[in-house]
């Protein structure tokens, strides 16, 4: 079964721009979760997605969205660049079974963003 | 609100044991996760307890106190591969749903 895949893994970018990242989650997988790493923060979690709908939000500021597919399949979207948002974007899937199983998180190799 | 507290670094020798801990303060806690992470690649999932007591998997175990809020992650027989970081995380249910937050993780250096 083949992994969380995401597109493109490196990006460069100028201050004020915007910038979509995709990630296809693991076949069967209804969760896809996204999170910013940073050296100093830490996995920072951005937003969960399940069946097309946003079920979390993390304290983040409105220039970062996001959406979900029918296929399950993940967008985010950072508009409106500042250099602090260069850092690692990780998107995650999980099966997502409810309740108290495991639902263990697969993560993709990430986009590693720069700003400038 | 949600809090992770680990710590930042820690050091220890090939064939010996590390015990990394982990004390979280969530609202509606729903499980406790460990996850490795190799410089440069992406998190992978280690462990899982939702119950109190002490989860076995081969070299990896990890213990859970809810009522303490507190785990910790035992490696043992340590080798060189083991040098990574490892990231306490808790699911939290709350109105929206669930959430995982990720602690800042821990480095684990390996000498010889």
């Known amino acids: 079964k083949a992994g969380v895949t995401q597109t493109p893994r490196y990006l460069i970018k100028t201050r004020g721009q915007q910038v979509t990242l995709s990630c296809s989650p693991i076949s069967g997988h209804r969760s896809v979760s996204w999170y910013q790493q940073t050296p100093g923060q830490g996995l920072q979690f951005l937003f969960e997605y399940f069946s097309e709908t946003q079920r979390n939000k993390g304290n983040f500021p409105g220039r970062f969205s996001g959406r979900q597919f029918s296929n399950s399949r993940s967008e985010m979207n950072v508009s409106t660049l500042e250099l602090g948002d260069s850092a690692l974007y990780l998107c995650?899937?999980?099966?997502?079974?409810?309740?108290?199983?495991?639902?263990?998180?697969?993560f993709g190799p990430g986009t590693r963003l720069t700003v400038l | 609100g949600q809090n992770i507290d680990q710590p930042t670094e820690m050091t220890a020798t090939e064939g010996a044991i590390v015990q990394i801990n982990c004390t979280y303060q969530t609202s509606g806690f729903n499980g406790l996760f460990w996850y490795q992470q190799h410089a440069g690649e992406a998190p992978t999932f280690l462990s899982y307890?939702?119950?109190?007591g002490l989860e076995e998997k081969g070299r990896f175990s990890s213990f859970l106190s809810r009522s303490k809020g507190y785990s910790y992650l035992l490696l043992k027989e340590l080798q060189m591969k083991d040098s990574a970081s490892y990231l306490c995380a808790v699911r939290d249910l709350n109105t929206g749903g669930f959430k995982t937050i990720f602690g800042a993780g821990t480095r684990l250096f390996v000498k010889a």
């Open positions: 307890n939702v119950l109190d």
């Open positions: 995650a899937s999980s099966l997502d079974s409810g309740g108290s199983t495991r639902n263990e998180q697969f």
